[in-house]
């Protein structure tokens, strides 16, 4: 893939940009090195008054950064400019809070006692240069939820963004840069996928984070592994919503409208399995159908578009495949199923019934607005479809029992459960998947530990 901006409105090639050469990417790497050495002493006072004003610059940016990952990927303008202010948010959040979370920890006194120790302390420090290998979907906040943490724990940073956000991904080190980081704190390499492996196996380079599909964390965790590199992988996702008699019906159909199709339905945490008990199938669906058809396709500029071009042309066939693979095999479409006539790479919110386990779609996660709806007799089928997939990332329950609400939260294979709403990223809560999503967590106090030197500082009497 090119280095380039491509509408996906309409097709056209905007701006293109030239791979690194070999020197730069040196030059760059040893700069990160070099950075990370006085970068890692300076205080968190220091790297928070930073962080803070990163902070400030986005949201005096918010309407440009918006209209460029709109044009860049395509997702609706309202959602960039809400994505640009949760970034900015998250960056505050972690300026405040990081020297309270890696804040030296002392072991209860009858241990240090046992140990022989006068003094025993666990510290946090950082290890060096990461490297972030990012996706298009979120080009703002993926990249931000790891470097907020990374900056704050006295890392540093090395972007390689997906190729089809290099506006975003260079307006990233830019805004670090303009609100006073050292130069090397964060740095952006515009550079193809081929290259990244390289990168990785630098020793220069500590660890590695990637948000991305499932081959590529294969081909990232394993090279990490021959390097003895910390790795988190945050990967696909494709995760059930589960509604149960009890829940209140309209509003469990209304927002699973947006769970499904937030972001134009390319959303690792969107809901994309619905799993409705046979006891109320029936109304939901007839409700979540009609609410899926309502919606508003068009220019994703415009302020009152909800729906707007899949990001690629390749992602807008890779969804047609699993739709017309499921069609031959059963299922039938209740809404939508045909891409429209015109420019750009639309496809329509689609509803599938009728699913099987043969049926790919079942298995593989749907990168767009395709909804999938399963009948479940009890709470026990309910689980089992629920956990009948490769995938782990979160999971939506709509219940008002709260004994129902036990067993989901006990029995679900998923790294977070939602109930009575639906999946959202927050600053002060872990993220991250198991099975085939991936491992390790992003955000809260555990995601910013992701990438420190737990240390044991032991002292003799």
Not at 181 to 208: H, N, Y
Not at 341 to 366: K, Q, S
């Amino acid at each position: 893939m090119p280095i380039a901006t491509v509408n996906p409105a309409n097709g056209e090639t905007l701006k293109t940009y030239e791979p690194m050469d070999e020197d730069e990417l040196e030059r760059r790497l040893e700069l990160a090195e070099a950075t990370f050495r006085t970068y890692r002493t300076t205080s968190f006072a220091d790297r928070a008054r930073l962080l803070n004003k990163a902070a400030d610059l986005l949201d005096e940016d918010q309407r440009e950064i918006g209209r460029i990952m709109t044009t860049e990927m395509g997702k609706p303008v309202r959602q960039a400019r809400a994505e640009a202010a949760k970034c900015a948010k998250a960056m505050r959040w972690y300026a405040e809070r990081a020297e309270g979370l890696l804040a030296d920890e002392e072991p209860p006194e009858s241990d240090v006692t046992d140990s022989g120790a006068s003094r025993v302390r666990v510290r946090y420090r950082p290890l060096g240069p990461v490297l972030a290998v990012m996706p298009w979907n979120f080009p703002l906040w993926q990249v931000v939820r790891f470097a907020a943490p990374a900056l704050m724990a006295g890392n540093v940073g090395l972007l390689k963004h997906a190729s089809n956000v290099p506006q975003t991904a260079l307006y990233l080190e830019d805004l670090f840069d303009r609100a006073g980081f050292p130069e090397g704190c964060f740095q952006t390499l515009l550079i193809g996928s081929a290259a990244v492996d390289d990168v990785l196996r630098d020793e220069r380079v500590k660890a590695a984070t990637l948000t991305g599909s499932e081959p590529a964390g294969r081909a990232v965790a394993s090279s990490a592994g021959e390097m003895i590199k910390k790795t988190v992988l945050e990967l696909g996702g494709s995760d059930p919503y589960v509604v149960m008699p009890s829940a209140d019906l309209d509003r469990a159909a209304e927002v699973a409208v947006t769970a499904r199709v937030q972001n134009n339905g390319q959303s690792c945490i969107a809901a994309k399995r619905f799993i409705v008990h046979t006891d109320v199938y029936d109304a939901f669906a007839e409700k979540f159908i009609a609410g899926m058809e309502a919606l508003r396709i068009g220019d994703p500029l415009a302020e009152d578009t909800e729906i707007g071009p899949l990001a690629s042309e390749q992602g807008r066939k890779d969804l047609e495949e699993l739709v017309d693979d499921a069609r031959r095999s059963g299922a039938e479409v209740r809404c939508g199923g045909q891409r429209p006539d015109g420019p750009g790479w639309y496809y329509p919110p689609t509803v599938l019934t009728g699913i099987t386990r043969e049926m790919r779609i079942h298995r593989e996660e749907a990168f767009g607005p395709v909804a999938t709806l399963y009948r479940a007799g009890d709470l026990d089928e309910a689980v089992l479809i629920a956990n009948d997939s490769p995938f782990g990332l979160s999971s939506n329950v709509w219940t008002r029992d709260e004994n129902e609400v036990e067993r989901f939260a006990r029995d679900l294979e998923a790294g977070a459960v939602f109930v009575n709403g639906m999946t959202a990223s927050h600053p002060a809560f872990p993220f991250g998947g198991v099975k085939r999503s991936g491992y390790g967590r992003e955000l809260s106090g555990h995601g910013i530990r992701e990438f420190c030197n737990i240390t044991t500082v032991w002292q003799g009497a």
